[in-house]
């Protein structure tokens, strides 16, 4: 018997080591993608009012963000950005 949970063990902890490959090269190919993003953001406005959270009394509230634009590019190594096909 002790053979056959040995056994049990092993192929649990190859399955575990394979899984644990699997995702460091999923951690992998994040950190490469986030290393080689290039992300624009142009005329950023944010308001936001308020006068203690006294809405139920009459007053106002307001909130609000404005981006004029959001781009974001894959980029080489030199940070120049990538034709797109």
């Known amino acids: 018997m002790k053979a ?5 063990c092993l192929a649990q902890s190859e399955l575990l080591k ?3 490959i699997e995702e460091e090269k999923q ?8 290393r080689n993003i290039r992300l624009t953001i142009s005329r950023v406005h944010i308001r936001y ?4 959270y006294q809405a139920d009394l009459g007053k106002k509230f307001a ?6 634009s959001l ?4 980029a080489a190594e ?3 950005v990538q034709a797109q096909e």
């Open 4 to 8: 056959f949970e040995h056994l049990k």
């Open 18 to 20: 394979e899984r644990l």
């Open 27 to 34: 951690v992998q190919n994040v950190r490469l993608i986030f």
């Open 49 to 52: 009012e308020d006068d203690y």
């Open 63 to 68: 909130f609000g963000v404005t981006l004029s």
């Open 71 to 74: 781009m974001v590019q894959s």
């Open 78 to 80: 030199d940070w120049s």
